[in-house]
Antibody, heavy 121, light 108 residues
Framework: DVQLLESGGGLVQPGGSLRLSCAAS????????MSWVRQAPGKGLEWVSG????????YYADSVKGRFTISRDNSKNTLYLQMNSLRGDDTAVYYC??????????????WGQGTLVTVSS | DIQMTQSPSSLSASVGDRVTITCRAS??????LAWYQQKPGKVPKLLIY???TLQSGVPSRFSGSGSGTDFTLTISSLQPEDVATYYC??????????FGGGTKVEIK
């Protein structure tokens, strides 16, 4: 079975940094595109960032470009999201999502349970 | 940027009713559209992709249609377990994988 397990969330002050991890299992991680999607409390879904499976190309929403960095370690079957210069509006549950194929511009067929990031002083 | 607009933002219907949710793109996106269901307190679940292809395991009462700018998710006979918020998502090209604002479906 496909499993995605996020970790690394927590409380951080504005301007601070946090690194999220997503441990994947049950599929060939190295050939799959992966994304991060977030959901602010009581709000809708917002795609944050994605990384393709084969060539590792990365993509970002305008709201996080220049502050967040997505990466993957195929030897560890793990996806990461390095978040810097965090702001209050980054407060959300962050989901790791598996893309249907190798590229990023495809739907997400599996989602992790999410990890909560709270940015507050 | 291509904007995705869902309507209505919420609806209340009776068990057995036919329910229709609309998603409109500000520019044509061919059939690069997916629908997700998020039950209260749960993780989103893929229902439909390529506008009308049912994801494996999804009940046949769910269907999708449309192409270009106008898309529809239909629940042919609403069931109590369908209470959820439904999101459309365009995926024509990265980095613009935006979701619609969501439609909350409740039982009357």
């Amino acid at each position: 079975d496909v499993q995605l397990l996020e970790s690394g969330g927590g409380l951080v002050q504005p301007g601070g940094s946090l690194r999220l991890s997503c441990a994947a299992s049950g599929f060939t991680f190295s050939t799959n595109g992966m994304s991060w999607v977030r959901q602010a409390p009581g709000k809708g879904l917002e795609w944050v960032s994605g990384i393709s499976g084969r060539d590792g190309n990365t993509y970002y929403a305008d709201s996080v470009k220049g502050r967040f960095t997505i990466s993957r370690d195929n030897s560890k079957n793990t996806l990461y999201l390095q978040m810097n210069s965090l702001r209050g509006d980054d407060t959300a549950v962050y989901y790791c999502a598996k893309c249907i194929g190798a590229v990023v511009a495809v739907p997400f067929d599996y989602w992790g349970q999410g990890t909560l990031v709270t940015v507050s002083s | 940027d291509i904007q995705m607009t869902q309507s209505p933002s919420s609806l209340s219907a009776s068990v057995g009713d036919r329910v229709t949710i609309t998603c409109r793109a500000s520019q044509a996106i061919s059939n690069y559209l997916a629908w997700y269901q998020q039950k209260p307190g749960k993780v989103p679940k893929l229902l439909i992709y390529a506008a009308s292809t049912l994801q494996s395991g999804v009940p046949s009462r769910f269907s999708g249609s449309g192409s270009g700018t106008d898309f529809t998710l239909t629940i042919s006979s609403l069931q109590p377990e369908d209470v959820a918020t439904y999101y459309c998502q365009k995926y024509k090209s990265a980095p613009l994988l935006d979701f619609g604002g969501g439609t909350k479906v409740e039982i009357k």
